[in-house]
């Protein structure tokens, strides 16, 4: 954690544009859960991984979060597609859903996350 409460996740080039993306553990609400990381459009974006449809995690396998086409995130499950730099429901199950976003800062070739009072880190054991 650095001073101002960030958390680490990954260095900045283990994020390619609309490539894999980086889970990282958190409490949700005080139930654990997971969140992620991606870059699209050269910027950096997190959100809870639970699809608005059903709450799932969205990954087909760990860290794959886009449809082929790189355009979008998509729900392995049902097929709900997401705005990357938004998280706002872009088609299929998710009408007017929305993935939760969490805070994330890249600065200095690394990225961080940010808790707040949804999102906190898991108790270190």
Known sequence: MTDDGRLFVCD???LLDAG???RFALLAWGQPATGFVIRHGGQVHG?????????????????????SGGQY??????GAVYEPGSGKCAGGPCRGGR???IAVHE??????????ERFRAPAQG
């Open 73 to 78: 995130l998509m729900c392995a499950t049902h």
């Open 20 to 22: 894999r993306g980086v």
């Open 99 to 101: 993935l939760h976003p």
């Open 107 to 116: 600065g200095a070739g690394k990225i961080y996350w940010l808790p707040d």
């Open 47 to 67: 959100y809870l991984n639970r699809c608005a449809h059903v709450p799932i995690e969205l990954d087909w396998n760990e860290g794959e979060f886009f449809e």
């Open 12 to 14: 900045a080039g283990d």
